[in-house]
């Protein structure tokens, strides 16, 4: 069926039920980061398979709305379907929201899937289309009414995780999520994030893209837990598990009946960021909804010491991993002569060849990006089959990827010197190491916030008028998000108000860049570990521990800007990896880390 | 009169108007840092003569409340009183709101001043006694009707900043004022702030401790200005220059009245944390109230390019009474064997010699600190004759002082080692210095909070597990209030969400310290000014400029905690001085100087 002919039937649809405008977001029902295939609903309904992006379909127009990234891709895939691009943020072009206020008529009816619609979302939307009178329609997925061969819902088993990976027991959790409820007098606990339930369970399974999460949703009280999920996923081991803390299965969808029956007049924890404006829009219909953050979040973020322990293992694989694909890299190039014929897309298989030869590797942690020369200086760039680039010496080679393994995920960043490279080069290229390596050394004491420390990373780069447009460090999941929260280290700006200070346990990226638009771009990423490094009497003081273990590129290093303490910084880092890694490596190998570690 | 005589008239005076508990706080009308003599209400009341401190009575109790720096001198001057000492924030001590909350009647009136109460605290007491049914009254001021030789308000003449100090004149200031009235859509602006009033009109005086500010209040429309003043002190130039300025003169006290003739259902521009509760209640009577910051706030606080270079005189001319007050100190502890009889109070007076003999030279910029020894760990200290301790080889000397001259006012804390200090009480002097040189030497862009810096401060501390329970640094008025709103560097905390990023043409104190308890107290405070370092595309990018120019005691430097880079920083610091201050210096003194600002 052709894209017009899937938005023809939508539109037969629309009028059956006196919809005038429907909306197709990008999310699951839980508002993942990556979704499965059976949601990729806009994907459907447009042709546009980029992973940001929102569609609706009026009575006589469509659109769809993306960002800067997508809008070369987006014009190609759209022609001819009749679905109009809206570039997000260039100049003249409205926003989703004015724009549907604009054509949802005087009284008239906008429509949506309830569930792949976050809560904040559909209450600004329902308040801002009251002002004409309009109002929303949200319980009937009508685009799972066109889409004949939809895929259906993963049916990929689930895994357990011992407690020897998570350090803690579902009961222990559970105990402390009650708690969590009791503070703030909550009946009931609903949560539709995908990690915090996956957290509580101790499982994981294989539902959306590279992270390995359950679909679920949960319902806790204060002696029960209802577990939402296609139980065929569940083997007898975790079942035995799940009913050991008084877990009980229900079908993945019953959710939306269920939260009908739950007892009026009683209080309901949600957490606005978490959750779908279906569950949120049928809880409220008959309790007392108390917004709050989910209290699973700030648990989850601070990693107890069995999590650590295992982050730290995974940081020894994948170092072994990066390491080989280091020298792989730089040996390719040794010889100017020798055209080794490698591109961005070979270079990611190479690298996953790597990982896959580590025990307890799951899958990539995120969509890898390994980007050459000014491929590396786009924002968000991964490489395609159109846009791979032939890696050649002369200038970076940026290979920002992760692992998956059963001890904990990853995310690295490593930047290699291919050949020889200008002066100039090698100057921003120590600058952006000199940023890791302060803040990586930064001591701060308890209460201190990301936003506090972000300055360290920058310096280095803006002594010479230079910077970089992103933030400096996110959170990290334990085989979950990749970008977990609520660890942020950035500049301080909208939000700030509402996170956390960096505690005890946190994992945080560390990871500055500098990029030259049309020449090259920069990155070193480091994970780093909040723990303590003094206990006084008033505030504890606080410092980072590096768990990356991969070489820094000393051929792009220029010790002329470093001072002897900031070679001191480097060397030390480097001895660190030398002696993580060499006990896994062969011999040939550990005379090439050897000289990629060695003192400056 | 006896303070139990003087406690009971005003119970009569409660008595007539029916007011069951009567508080005196230690505010001026303006909710000034000091107020002048006519304004010690609660001093004359309770007979304490601290600077802060809160009293009230009622029927049959009295009580002040004051903070720690005060309970001992409090207790002795309350002795016999009949007014209990409440002593803040000590274990089951209620707060001030919670007591007046106790004693005040169902029902019941608390009275007070309206105007030495801040619009924030009169509303907060409006609420929380409604809660009883009780309410305020606050037109009269009962302690002027007991206090018989009442000091008259000050009559002290006025004197004109010309443009080559402000830089400004009253017209452009006037212009911008109401230019940022307009966008508020205010008709009238309101203003009771003497330092905001002060800078409009280019004006000083002599009406207050320390800040050479003149009592006024102001209100302004888009065509005319309203100075609240007593116009004695205004000779003709000034009367002229106002004139100029269609400013029109007014009696200090018609504010109270005038304010009620505004035109009824206008909008008036106050600044909620800068006008008292009188004023705050008759506006609100007839008028609509926007409640944002005063706009002469940041404009005060963005120094123009005159009064930056007037800073920088005013800072050579402290800068050569200061370095004369260490080369005198230093020479008296050379010989030990000579005992050189100084104390603290001495001290203080030798310093106000060598400020004096510099030319504009008009007063001491706030209570001057000159603390020996275990003396210099006590926060707030100042020495009194009690207190004045004996200055000695072996310890520390800690002077914070600053000088007003009419190129601007300066606030400078160095510390000096007296003969030969042990090893310990180097390495802190160094620490501590070290965070000022780092927090001097930050690169930033522009829309950096102070809080995204003050980790560079702390951090060399930290790393032995040392901190300061202060902020980093404060603005500086230019002949007005010293520690002057909006600039703050400090930890993030309460409040940040208000504040100002630190912007060109601000000056900050960066005044990082450590105090050992019962020991020794440190801290080395220079101003710096917000510059602009380079224009990107982006943000532009920022760094501070040390407009401070006194040593730093390299008597007491432990040079082996100091990398190569920092003692670029000092030496880079110290030729700066010894450049600044040699022409100004004899050839003695200048061979002296050269010594301490010796390249390390």
Redesign the interface.
């Known amino acids: 069926m052709s894209i017009p002919n899937r938005i023809e039937s939508l539109r037969k649809l629309m009028n059956d039920r006196q919809i005038d405008v429907y909306l197709v977001p990008s999310d699951d029902n839980h508002q993942s980061e990556y979704v499965g295939e059976h949601f990729k609903s806009r994907a459907f309904i447009t042709g546009f398979t980029g992973s940001a992006g929102t569609a609706f379909i009026a009575k006589d127009s469509a659109g769809l709305f993306t960002d800067g990234r997508y809008f070369v891709q987006a014009a190609k895939q759209l022609k001819g379907s009749g679905v109009e691009l809206f570039k997000m943020r260039e100049p003249g072009v409205p926003t989703l929201e004015e724009h549907l206020y604009n054509i949802v008529p005087e009284n008239g009816v906008l429509g949506f899937d309830g569930r792949v619609v976050s809560m904040n979302l559909g209450k600004e939307l329902e308040a801002l289309l009251a002002k004409k009178g309009a109002t929303l329609k949200t319980d009937s997925d009508l685009i799972d009414m066109v889409w004949e061969d939809r895929p259906s819902l993963s049916k990929e088993p689930a895994f357990y995780l011992e407690e020897k990976y998570t350090g803690e027991s579902i009961v222990s959790k559970l105990a402390r999520v009650r708690e969590a409820m009791k503070e703030k007098q909550a009946d009931y606990h609903v949560i539709a994030a995908l990690d915090d339930i996956n957290w509580i369970v101790n499982l994981r399974g294989n539902d959306i893209s590279y992270f390995p999460l359950l679909l679920s949703y949960a319902v806790i009280t204060a002696d029960e837990m209802l577990l939402y999920i296609d139980e065929c996923k569940l083997n007898d081991e975790i079942l035995s598990k799940l009913a050991e803390a008084n877990i009980k299965i229900r079908p993945y969808n019953d959710i939306y009946n269920d939260v009908l029956t739950l007892e009026a007049g009683k209080k309901v924890l949600i957490d606005p960021k978490r959750i779908n404006y279906e569950l949120y829009n049928l809880l409220s219909k008959n309790m007392v909804i108390i917004e709050a953050e989910n209290p699973t979040v700030l648990m989850k973020a601070m990693k107890n010491e069995t999590e650590l322990a295992n982050f730290r293992i995974a940081q020894v694989k994948d170092g072994v991993a990066l390491t080989r694909f280091m020298k792989w890299v730089k040996e390719a190039f040794a010889d100017p002569a020798v055209d080794p014929e490698i591109t961005e897309l070979s270079a990611i298989d190479k690298l996953e060849e790597f990982r896959q030869q580590q025990p307890d590797y799951i899958r990539q942690s995120f969509d890898p990006i390994i980007a050459y020369g000014e491929n590396a200086a786009l924002p968000h760039y991964s490489p395609t089959v159109e846009s791979n680039a032939k890696v050649m010496p002369g200038n970076f080679l940026l290979a920002d990827t992760g692992g998956g393994y059963m001890q904990g995920s990853t995310d690295i960043t490593r930047t290699f010197a291919l050949g020889e490279i200008p002066a100039v080069q090698k100057r921003d290229f120590t600058l952006v190491m000199l940023g890791n390596l302060h803040l990586g050394n930064?001591?701060?004491?308890e209460?201190?916030?990301g936003?506090?420390?972000?300055?360290?990373a920058?310096?280095p780069l803006?002594?010479y008028?230079l910077?970089f447009?992103h933030g400096t460090g996110h959170g990290i999941g334990y085989l979950m998000n990749i970008h977990e929260a609520p660890v942020n280290i950035r500049?301080?700006g909208k939000g700030a108000?509402n996170g956390h200070p960096l505690m005890l346990g946190m994992i945080a990226t560390n990871e500055p860049g500098y990029y030259l638009e049309g020449s090259y771009g920069i990155r070193t990423e480091n994970e780093i570990v909040v723990n303590l490094?003094?206990h006084?009497e008033?505030?504890d003081?606080y410092e980072f521990e590096a768990i990356t273990y991969v070489p820094i590129d000393l051929d792009a290093v220029d010790e002329s800007i470093m001072?002897?303490?900031d070679k001191a910084l480097l060397n030390a880092y480097h001895k660190m990896v030398y002696e993580k890694l060499s006990p896994h490596l062969t011999d040939d190998e550990c005379i090439w880390l050897k000289h990629y570690t060695r003192e400056i």
Chains 1, 2 share one sequence.
Not at 442 to 445: H, T
Not at 451 to 456: A, G, K, N, P, S
């Open positions: 930064a001591v701060f004491f209460n201190t916030y936003y506090e420390l972000d300055i360290l920058r310096q803006m002594r008028g910077n447009n500049p301080y108000e490094r003094q006084t008033n505030r003081i001072t002897d303490a």
